[in-house]
């Protein structure tokens, strides 16, 4: 989204999609040290074409509209959509999702993302009978962690973190029940391990913030879904 006037990838996102669709076989890849293995994507040997209707973050129903069309036009076979309505409309009321259903008439196989609000009930989005709705999945792959108090009992945990050990010192430990920029950002998180029950912004940009802030470490308690986490402060 934003910044190139193309089709360019400016974040990452556009790339992931691709790559999964479409990517070459790629041996010897893991993640941040982890899981080693082959990759590609799902059809490598396909075409892609890709159209930007976003523009920094900013995707008007307008831009969405003609970038279906076009997509119609050059007659593709797929069409992948990664965007949709958290307020959803009814289908007869719905711009968006008759665009969609042109694209079908035309016989194009049209995917959805189901949305980033789950796992609970009633939050996939982009619902109509003519398109295919995919959600994510999960693996039973874990990454454990262990954090040990100065009692010495060790608190089970996970964590993507891979760099060098912490000493054996101990360390000072900072909770709060809801995080905030206003109660993270102070001197009196130097040396110390942030903890938060819950916060109001995501999990990296506490993890910078307490980095910035001089802190030595930051324990997320409470983290929405099933999410693995690799906070390089230490």
């Known amino acids: ?23 070459a076989e790629i041996s010897s890849v893991g993640v941040l040290g982890f899981a080693y293995g082959d990759a590609q994507g799902i059809a490598p040997k396909a075409r892609i074409a890709v159209y930007k209707a976003c523009w920094w973050k900013i995707c008007t129903l307008t831009d969405t509209l003609v970038v279906i069309d076009a997509a119609i036009f050059d007659g593709v076979d797929i069409l992948s959509v990664s965007m949709g309505n958290n307020s959803p409309k009814p289908f007869y009321n719905d711009a968006f999702m008759i665009s ?12 959805f993302g189901a949305g980033n609000m789950g796992p609970t009930p009633s939050t996939v989005v982009n619902s109509a009978p003519w398109v295919t709705t995919v959600g994510s999945s999960t693996i039973d792959k ?32 900072k909770f709060y029940n809801i995080c905030t920029y206003d109660n993270i950002i102070s001197k009196s998180m130097k040396g110390k391990i942030l903890i938060c029950n819950a916060s109001d912004i995501d999990v990296d940009s506490i993890a910078f ?21 690799s906070i390089p402060l230490i």
């Open 1 to 23: 989204m934003g910044k190139y006037r193309s089709t360019r990838d400016a974040t990452g996102h556009g790339s992931v999609i691709a790559s999964v669709a479409a990517g």
């Open 100 to 111: 969609t259903l042109k694209a079908a008439q035309n016989n194009i196989f049209v995917t």
């Open 142 to 173: 874990t990454y454990p962690a262990k954090v040990r108090l100065e009692n010495g009992e060790q608190v089970p945990a996970n964590s993507l973190y891979c760099g060098k050990s912490v000493t054996d010192d101990a360390f000072s430990l």
């Open 209 to 229: 913030t307490v980095a910035k802030a001089q802190g030595v470490g930051y324990i997320q308690l409470n983290v929405g879904g099933d999410k693995d986490l």
